[in-house]
T-cell receptor
Framework: GQNIDQPTEMTATEGAIVQINCTYQTSGFNGLFWYQQHAGEAPTFLSYNVLDGLEEKGRFSSFLSRSKGYSYLLLKELQMKDSASYLCAAMDSNYQLIWGAGTKLIIKP | GAVVSQHPSWVICKSGTSVKIECRSLDFQATTMFWYRQFPKQSLMLMATSNEGSKATYEQGVEKDKFLINHASLTLSTLTVTSAHPEDSSFYIC?????????????FGPGTRLTVL
């Protein structure tokens, strides 16, 4: 079956670094996506990885290992506004997104 | 990224009435639009996938006669909740993309909060 696993909740301190892990199992693979969702709002696109390696975009970076079925989202210099849920989603061979349940990130001062 | 709009942002209706939600891709042609539902503190749940000009594909457990989806053009899809009941109250979110094309990622609309009294 198809499955995405990510931690339910994480806590970090303002100014620190946090890594949110995601493992996936899909029928075929067309990329791994990370979205940010603030409470009461729709998700916003953060990153897309389809090749192995690290993609850096400002304070956010995303890593993919296809052989391990593993990705992580790295957030640096955490700010209070980064408190949100982070959704991992893998695209299968039918270009369908398989969604994780999301990781709620709590930032403390 | 591409811009997707949704209308209305929120709606309150009486039980038994029908509600139509519009989803528009404003600056690109979306071959595929997706409709999601999200209950408080729960993850996104895909309801259906619609491709322009063809019938929507509904996920298991989603009643196609209750949730009518029309995707008449590359920039507009509508979801009609027919004979709405209080248990249909939820946050409905659409997304648009071109899977396998220029936009593998999905761009989300701002969502519609439906409250059925």
């Amino acid at each position: 079956g198809q499955n995405i696993d990510q931690p339910t909740e994480m806590t970090a301190t303002e100014g620190a670094i946090v890594q949110i892990n995601c493992t996936y199992q899909t029928s075929g693979f067309n990329g791994l996506f990370w979205y940010q969702q603030h409470a009461g709002e729709a998700p916003t696109f953060l990153s897309y990885n389809v090749l192995d390696g690290l993609e850096e975009k400002g304070r956010f970076s995303s890593f993919l290992s296809r052989s391990k079925g593993y990705s992580y989202l790295l957030l640096k210099e955490l700010q209070m506004k980064d408190s949100a849920s982070y959704l991992c989603a893998a695209m299968d061979s039918n270009y369908q997104l398989i969604w994780g349940a999301g990781t709620k990130l709590i930032i403390k001062p | 990224g591409a811009v997707v709009s949704q209308h209305p942002s929120w709606v309150i209706c009486k039980s038994g009435t029908s509600v139509k939600i519009e989803c528009r891709s404003l600056d690109f042609q979306a071959t595929t639009m997706f409709w999601y539902r999200q209950f408080p503190k729960q993850s996104l749940m895909l309801m259906a996938t619609s491709n322009e000009g063809s019938k929507a594909t509904y996920e298991q457990g989603v009643e196609k006669d209750k949730f009518l989806i029309n995707h008449a053009s590359l920039t507009l899809s509508t979801l009609t909740v027919t004979s709405a009941h209080p248990e249909d109250s939820s946050f409905y979110i659409c997304s648009a993309g071109q899977p396998g094309g220029s936009y593998n990622e999905q761009f989300f609309g701002p969502g519609t909060r439906l409250t059925v009294l």
